[in-house]
Nanobody
């Protein structure tokens, strides 16, 4: 099993920045990709960004150029740097981990709220 704990959410004005962190513990040797999903009220959960164990990254079109995902394999940490935030980025952000190199939600964190005010 893998446990994921997120931190770093909060309230920010439009145009501001936040950095989310996710710490993985447990059977981390089984993880081959990690990512961030988000879910806004009344909407489906969507994949925002992912990174493979080899460092390959992928982004949703809506955040491309504004968000950056990075990881520290040695410390089992993943970050999401979010710049130029927009009100439509408001959502609960979830860290996820997958045993595959293609991102999917095998393991989930508890979520952290990000609110962007206009």
């Amino acid at each position: 099993q893998v446990q994921l704990v997120e931190s770093g959410g909060g309230l920010v004005q439009a145009g501001g920045s936040l950095r989310l962190s996710c710490a993985a513990s447990g059977s981390t040797f089984s993880i081959n990709s990690m990512g961030w999903y988000r879910q806004a009220p009344g909407k489906q959960r969507e994949l925002v960004a992912s990174i493979s164990r080899g460092g390959t990254t992928s982004y949703a079109g809506s955040v491309q150029g504004r968000f950056t995902i990075s990881g520290n394999n040695a410390k089992n940490l993943v970050y999401l740097q979010m710049n130029n935030l927009k009100p439509e980025d408001t959502a609960v952000y979830y860290c996820a981990a997958a045993r595959t190199y293609i991102m999917r939600g095998d393991y989930w964190g508890q979520g952290t709220q990000v609110t962007v005010s206009s």
